[in-house]
């Protein structure tokens, strides 16, 4: 069974910096990997897949990355509407990670 | 536009099963290009995926849940639905339904629409 495990578990950054989120899987994985976004009280939100492709809308300043064992999800200018809870999603067996919640510092 | 409604009661006596149904609409649950799941959410905690299933009646499962799970897909009504047998306050959660588009129909996507999400609380 992969597991996937994010960290930090709460990463606390100042709007209009750089945040920069890590992924990483108990074995290497294919680049079948997902990032999703969650406010508080709606559903979760895809934000990136294949490891570094956008959704449809999403902004620019959402970037992914990474191979085998290693991902990371990058925020490249924060805005206000990004202090979220992230998650990432390995689809081959659809295992989440545990998330990280991003705080406005 | 696709979008999916989450339905069924909200709350299920220990033992019991829990049935919820998801409602598509803005598109063909028979699409051989989409896959439909199924991921809960306990209260403060994290997302856990519960199953997927196509429209030609395949089906995976989370092999956690797999002996208690059923699922299936209802064309005439555009619907996929979810069965979890021998409930506990374990089970508590929000349950969402999602879509995972893959242009090859494969089951290997990323959830790219979700329900609004529907809570279901074990209790006697």
């Known amino acids: 069974e992969i597991v996937m495990t994010q960290s930090p578990a709460t990463l606390s950054v100042s709007p209009g910096e750089r945040a920069t989120l890590s992924c990483r899987a108990s074995q290497s994985v294919s680049s079948n990997l997902a990032w999703y976004q969650q406010k508080p009280g709606q559903a979760p939100r895809l934000l990136i897949y294949?490891?570094?492709t956008r959704a449809t809308g999403i902004p620019a300043r959402f970037s992914g990355s990474g191979s085998g064992t290693e991902f990371t999800l990058t925020i490249s200018s924060l805005q206000s509407e990004d202090f979220a809870v992230y998650y990432c999603q390995h689809y081959n067996n659809w295992s989440f990670g545990q998330g990280t919640k991003l705080e406005i510092k | 536009q696709l979008q999916l409604q989450e339905s069924g009661p909200g709350l299920v006596k220990p033992s019991e099963t829990l049935s919820l149904t998801c409602t598509v609409s803005?598109?063909?649950?028979?699409?051989?290009?989409?896959?439909w799941g199924w991921v809960r959410q306990p209260p403060g905690k994290g997302l856990e995926w519960i199953g997927s299933i196509h429209y030609s009646g395949s089906t995976y499962y989370n092999p956690s849940l797999k002996s208690r799970l059923t699922t299936s897909i209802d064309t005439s009504k555009n619907q996929f639905s979810l069965n979890l047998r021998s409930v506990t306050a374990a089970d508590t959660a929000i349950y969402y339904c999602a879509s995972a588009h893959s242009p090859l129909g494969v089951p290997w996507s990323a959830f790219d629409i979700w329900g609004q999400g529907t809570m279901v609380t074990v209790s006697s």
């Open positions: 294949g490891t570094s």
């Open positions: 803005g598109g063909s649950i028979s699409s051989s290009y989409y896959h």
